[in-house]
């Protein structure tokens, strides 16, 4: 399966570099998102996670209503094309530790990936290759 398969029409949502924390937070909670990417003139140049939200803003004790996104996000986020394969995703996730990764093709966004999406993903595969061998145990003749 590749990554583009997985993103299906899903619109990508995305901040701005100038936009205040509050803002960009705010945009999460409506889109119940745990991390957006940061555009500036249409190019990814971050990317503002739950974590990052904790880490360097609540924990420095900065104002949310006047620290630029830019200013807290993590830079020059790993990203994965729409045609790479979701082993590609799932490696770089477990490898580095991150929960979302965004999809670029070149400099374009196309979405991002989160853990929940390739978590659901691998639960309905695994849920339809138990409903496929019940069949197959339930339609074989008996041994004996």
């Known amino acids: 399966m590749l990554i583009c398969d997985l993103l299906g029409n899903q619109v ?3 901040a701005e570099a100038h936009q205040t924390v509050l803002e960009v ?4 909670a409506q889109h119940n998102i745990g991390a957006v990417p940061v555009l500036q003139e249409g190019r990814l140049t971050g990317i503002f996670s739950e974590r990052d939200l ?7 004790g900065k104002d949310p209503a006047r620290t ?5 996000m993590t830079e020059d986020p ?5 045609n790479d394969p979701l082993e590609t995703c799932m490696t770089l996730m477990k ?26 993903h691998d639960l309905d595969e695994k849920d339809y290759e138990v409903r496929m ?7 074989a003749p008996d041994a004996g």
Do not use: W
Not at 54 to 60: C, E, G, K, N, W
Not at 78 to 82: D, K, S
Not at 100 to 110: N, T
Not at 133 to 139: C, G
């Open 95 to 120: 490898r580095h530790g991150f929960r979302h990764l965004p999809v670029c093709a070149g400099r374009e966004l196309k979405g991002v990936v989160s853990l929940r999406d390739v978590l659901l």
């Open 78 to 82: 790993l990203t994965v094309a729409p």
């Open 133 to 139: 061998m019940r069949a197959y145990l339930h339609s």
């Open 68 to 72: 630029p996104v830019n200013q807290v």
């Open 12 to 14: 990508p949502i995305s």
């Open 54 to 60: 904790m880490s360097r803003v609540v924990v420095a």
């Open 25 to 28: 937070a705010t945009l999460m």
